[in-house]
């Protein structure tokens, strides 16, 4: 591979990461939102524990979230929301916007994601809560968001490697290369924080069975979830929604509708690939 190959490979790849983890990662998060609030509402949640409290544990999730937001938006290499890396050509489509603004339009990709499969996401939310009644887990409605939101990043953390799988596939690059340019998007650290505060929340949740009937409906929950968030026809259709959305960000309507043209021609070039 020419060095001008390996250029637009990566590229190529730096497209496929941001637009899989735009929608896992911002989709999960949204409801890690959601799962706070109902945390809050856990008869544990303001308990003090060994070496802090509950609500130490979740607000460092969260700021563990928040490093990983600040890797992205003040990378010092690998600068992947950096206006002025861009070339002049995709710059141009933009109007007099900050990075910060044009790394909230990408974050935004994640809301009609997680608003299409919010019955997925509570019905998943009601397949947890059934099964911890069935053990006797106190504040099963509230206990069972987190869990969902734990499932919802992890699941995002699977996009991730998916994302790393196309790309090793599809343009031939080196896993230790993409993991050293795309590494920043992986939600793993975020995943073990929120564990720790769903574990603090709740200790009893780590040692249930589940009976074979549980896990499968948990299991099937889950499946249906990934599988609507990496289906081609919603992370396409999500980043045309934002973009319709965020119309302030471009320069003219005309660079605006041009982009939406380009999402449609991808989107059909992508799923007519899938159909053959």
Same mark, same amino acid.
């Given at each position: ?27 999960? &998060? ?19 524990? /060994? ?15 928040? @490093?990983?937001?600040?890797?992205? /938006? ?31 339009? &990408? /974050? ?16 998943? &939310? ?12 106190? @504040? ?13 990043? @992890? ?16 343009? /031939? ?5 993409? @993991? ?21 929340? =709740? ?23 990934? =599988?609507? &968030? ?47």
């Amino acid at each position: 591979m020419t060095e001008a190959e390996a250029q637009k490979a990566m590229g190529s790849a730096a497209a496929v990461v941001k637009l899989i983890c735009g929608v896992g990662n911002n989709a999960a &998060w949204l409801v890690a939102l959601e799962a706070h609030d109902h945390a809050k509402k856990h008869y544990r949640y303001f308990q003090s524990i /060994k070496g802090g409290s509950v609500r130490g544990e979740f607000k460092r999730a969260f700021n563990t979230f928040k @490093d990983y937001e600040h890797g992205l /938006k003040h990378a010092a290499k690998n600068r992947m929301f950096c206006l002025t890396d861009m070339s002049e050509d995709v710059r141009r489509k933009y109007g007099n916007i900050s990075d910060a603004e044009y790394y909230g339009f &990408w /974050k935004g990709i994640g809301g009609p994601a997680y608003h299409s499969t919010r019955p997925m996401i509570t019905s998943l &939310w009601n397949k947890y809560r059934i099964s911890l009644v069935k053990h006797n887990i106190r @504040d099963a409605e509230h206990l069972a968001w987190v869990m969902v939101a734990q499932a919802a990043i @992890d699941l995002a953390v699977n996009m991730y490697e998916s994302a790393m799988q196309e790309c090793m596939t599809g343009y /031939k690059l080196p896993r230790h290369l993409l @993991d050293e340019v795309f590494g920043q998007f992986s939600l793993k650290k975020v995943s073990k924080a929120w564990f720790r505060a769903m574990m603090a929340l =709740e200790p009893a949740t780590e040692p249930i069975k589940l009976d074979s009937t549980e896990e499968k409906n948990i299991d099937m929950g889950l499946r249906q979830l990934m =599988e609507a &968030w990496l289906n081609p026809e919603l992370l396409y259709s999500s980043t045309s929604e934002t973009v319709q959305e965020y119309d302030d960000i471009f320069a003219t309507k005309g660079f605006q509708k041009k982009v939406l043209r380009e999402i449609a021609e991808v989107k059909a070039e992508t799923l007519a690939n899938l159909n053959e």
